[in-house]
T-cell receptor, first 117, second 115 residues
Framework: AQKVTQAQTEISVVEKEDVTLDCVYETRDTTYYLFWYKQPPSGELVFLIRRNSFDEQNEISGRYSWNFQKSTSSFNFTITASQVVDSAVYFCALSEAASNSGYALNFGKGTSLLVTP | DSGVTQTPKHLITATGQRVTLRCSPRSGDLSVYWYQQSLDQGLQFLIQYYNGEERAKGNILERFSAQQFPDLHSELNLSSLELGDSALYFC??????????????FGNGTRLTVT
């Protein structure tokens, strides 16, 4: 069963628009970690953020912000005033303490974001 | 630059062959993870090594194997290759045994094409 669901397969916006990428996760653990990674067209995976399950504070980093809500098992990612360079595939991932795959990351299918001028 | 080095960048081979993918983790990182990215399966965890020992297994086929050497570099061996093994293979590293106190940093991947 998919533990991380990114329901939006593709999103297209015009530059300067705000865009939110949704991530819903599923776990029985009380201790877990959530991540966002960016995969630009060049193919590398770039780490963006890591949150633990005990810290529900929202985080802002420049034009990026993250909204973590345990009540809805969601960890959404918002890009404010999007730019063409934000075009990439964005992955949400879950790491569970009790998983038999150790602390390896369990990735969602990704959301492909296209920002046009 | 993540500090994780993967070689080669591209690999083209024929069905039935065997290949070896190499990964050098970031300096100081003890854990190495291997992931496979394909269009239909997405990013799938294959296997993790921590300080030379296998730590966790994911969806790794029996035709695939890996090891981590004393200098902490790792190799992923893929044998009896099939067309469906064509994918982007990522290596990632972290300082500890998992992502619980640090993120995974990924290399640029090895693009494997099986013809």
């Amino acid at each position: 069963a998919q533990k991380v669901t990114q329901a939006q397969t593709e999103i297209s916006v015009v530059e300067k628009e705000d865009v939110t990428l949704d991530c819903v996760y599923e776990t029985r653990d009380t201790t877990y970690y959530l991540f966002w990674y960016k995969q630009p067209p060049s193919g590398e995976l770039v780490f963006l953020i890591r949150r633990n399950s005990f810290d529900e504070q929202n985080e802002i980093s420049g034009r990026y912000s993250w909204n973590f809500q345990k009540s809805t098992s969601s960890f959404n990612f918002t890009i404010t005033a999007s730019q063409v360079v934000d075009s990439a595939v964005y992955f949400c991932a879950l790491s569970e303490a009790a998983s038999n795959s150790g602390y390896a990351l369990n990735f969602g299918k990704g959301t492909s974001l296209l920002v046009t001028p | 630059d993540s500090g994780v080095t993967q070689t080669p960048k591209h690999l083209i081979t024929a069905t039935g062959q065997r290949v070896t993918l190499r990964c050098s983790p970031r300096s100081g990182d003890l854990s190495v993870y291997w992931y496979q990215q394909s269009l239909d399966q997405g990013l799938q965890f294959l296997i993790q090594y921590y300080n030379g020992e296998e730590r966790a297994k994911g969806n790794i086929l029996e035709r695939f194997s890996a090891q981590q050497f004393p200098d902490l570099h790792s190799e992923l061996n893929l044998s009896s290759l099939e067309l469906g093994d064509s994918a982007l293979y990522f290596c990632a590293s972290s300082p500890s045994g998992g992502a619980y106190n640090s993120p995974l940093h990924f290399g640029n991947g090895t693009r494997l094409t099986v013809t």
